[in-house]
């Protein structure tokens, strides 16, 4: 199942199973199909970018196994405009900073699991999402982070 909506970064789309999201990203997809969980993440997005929702409650299945499923963890954890480094995260998983900027930029549910909060050590990093950079300093701002980029 699949449903969309439009948001201040551009049209969105998140697919689910019957008991969780799967997978997310920017693109266009059909409105809102009527189903549970879809109809959660789409009220919560709708919120997140409302700034009247800071932390996301939809039920998440990225499968990422391992270190990728570690990476996903932590991210998950990084509370609404905070950051963190790729490499106070490799300390925390026990991995390199360059496997965790792979495990972030396989990250499979963007926004919802929020990669955008994870920067390089002397900058922004990268950002694989459509718009690239500027998308992941426009959710940086939206959450109000600007302040610690560079």
Known sequence: MKAGLDTPIGPFWIEADEAAIRSAGWGVAPGPAGHPVLEQAIEELRAYFA???????VP?????????AE???????????ETRTYGA????????AQAVGQACGANSV???????????????GGFSAPG?????????RHEGAASLLI
Do not use: D, N, W, Y
């Open 51 to 57: 700034r009247e929702l800071t932390v996301f409650s």
């Open 60 to 68: 998440v299945a990225h499968g990422r196994t391992g270190l990728q």
């Open 71 to 81: 990476v996903m963890a932590v991210m998950s954890a990084i509370p609404f405009g």
């Open 89 to 96: 995260i490799a300390a925390e998983v026990g991995a390199s």
């Open 110 to 124: 963007p926004v919802i699991i929020p990669c955008h909060r994870v920067l390089g050590a002397s900058g922004l």
């Open 132 to 140: 690239g950079i500027e998308t992941k300093v426009a959710l940086l």
